[in-house]
């Protein structure tokens, strides 16, 4: 069994027009939401072994607050560039390079490629738009990372930082 959670980056800012979309950074509702989400993450009993990351300052930004809400060690996020604004394909084939050794990987990534991926894997998820800081959690009946793309797959949790189904204090 393995399990993927597919992360998107949290709430960008805007405000400054001069910097180039790789280095925009986190809004402040995105430093509130992205350990929220950790906490979250923690509260299902979500364990990731590494994650994966775009090399988009906003999404380095959003696994370094998760990791840490979820007590994970800085040096288990590892930079992937082609995670960038990639399409399910690209994602999938990020994730069919791990290690077999690991049971859950977080992917922290853009849209649109977040949601089409999720829509691929769990049809009945039928998501129109994964939220900033939005994660979807598949498990998948396989042993490998490079058999995912077409094992069976079971939504285990889809959560966002505006769901009210569930709270989680902050301490």
Known sequence: MKQLIILRHAKSGWKNGALGDVDRPLSARG???APRMGKRLLSRHARPDLLLA???RRAQRTAKLVARALGIRPELIKTEE???LA???AVLAVVARQDDAYSC????GHNPGLTDLANRLV?????D???TAGVVAIDFAATNWQDVGGAPAKLAYYDYPKNP???VTEN
């Open 31 to 33: 430093d509130r939401d």
């Open 123 to 127: 049809p009945d998820l039928a998501l």
């Open 105 to 108: 990987l977080l992917v922290v």
């Open 82 to 84: 082609s995670l960038y």
């Open 87 to 89: 399409e399910p394909a």
């Open 129 to 131: 738009n994964l939220p």
């Open 165 to 167: 189904e569930l709270f």
């Open 54 to 56: 775009s090399h988009a």
